[in-house]
């Protein structure tokens, strides 16, 4: 089994607004990763969760906030997003840096 | 030079052809390749992994590894109109902890 879920799959909201992404693996991958895609750009990468612990954060604003509550689940919190923060948020995991395997992705409009 | 580099295309072929999609890199990445293949609105989906030099066939796919020259290609033998998408070649970093993607090439199939 090579799924990862991703929830909701769309978002809408306004940039006072808090909302959380979230994702969920049961393939026993300890690597996970938060990525952002802009229409016609490659995957950027976010965040790298490794065991459990934050391994790689891209420089990216504080308004995302990422947390692994354990090594099956990661969320992606928002606070006080901009317009330019609308993409499509990837969620990804893989066992021991090799093949990376995504869920379907969040569509998150802000407003 | 980047370190994932693919012609953006886009790339086109008849139903039936060869598509031959092809990805240089530099020497800021490992010898760990992904192809990846990305639908319109939809996440990427794993293709193909290779690790050694050679080719790697798999159903219609064949990846092949050269890294004297530096470069990592995928093959689409008998190419259909479903194989339209973008392919994206990725690579793992020097550090072996994340993925480097290229741009991607975007692939039509015309019937």
């Not at chain 1, 065991?51 to 308004?63: A, C, F």
């Not at chain 1, 990422?66 to 923060?85: F, I, T, V």
């Not at chain 2, 990805?23 to 639908?39: E, G, K, M």
Request: hydrophobic share 30%; with cysteine.
């Amino acid at each position: 089994d090579t799924e990862v879920t991703q929830t909701p799959k769309h978002l809408v909201m306004g940039m006072t607004n808090k909302k959380s992404l979230k994702c969920e693996q049961h393939m026993g991958h300890r690597a996970m990763y938060w990525y952002k895609q802009k229409a016609k750009k490659p995957p950027e990468l976010m965040f790298v969760y490794s065991y459990e612990k934050l391994s790689i954060n891209e420089s990216v604003p504080s308004r995302f906030s990422p947390e692994c509550p354990n090594s099956s689940l990661l969320n992606l919190h928002l606070h006080a997003l901009q317009p330019e923060d609308s993409a499509l948020y990837l969620c990804a995991s893989s066992q021991d840096w090799g093949a990376q395997y995504f869920g379907p992705g969040t569509r998150l409009l802000v407003l | 030079q980047k370190e994932v580099e693919q012609n953006s295309g886009p790339l086109s072929v008849p139903e039936g052809a060869i598509a031959s999609l092809n990805c240089t890199y530099s020497d800021r990445v490992s010898q760990s390749f992904f192809w990846y293949r990305q639908y319109s609105g939809k996440s990427p989906e794993l293709i193909m992994s290779i690790y050694s030099n050679g080719d790697k066939e798999d159903g219609r796919f064949t990846a092949q590894l050269n890294k004297a020259s530096q470069y990592v290609s995928l093959l689409i033998r008998d190419s259909q109109p479903s194989d339209s998408a973008t392919y994206l070649c990725a690579a793992t970093d020097n550090y072996g902890q994340n993925f480097v993607f290229g741009p991607g090439t975007r692939l039509s199939v015309l019937p």
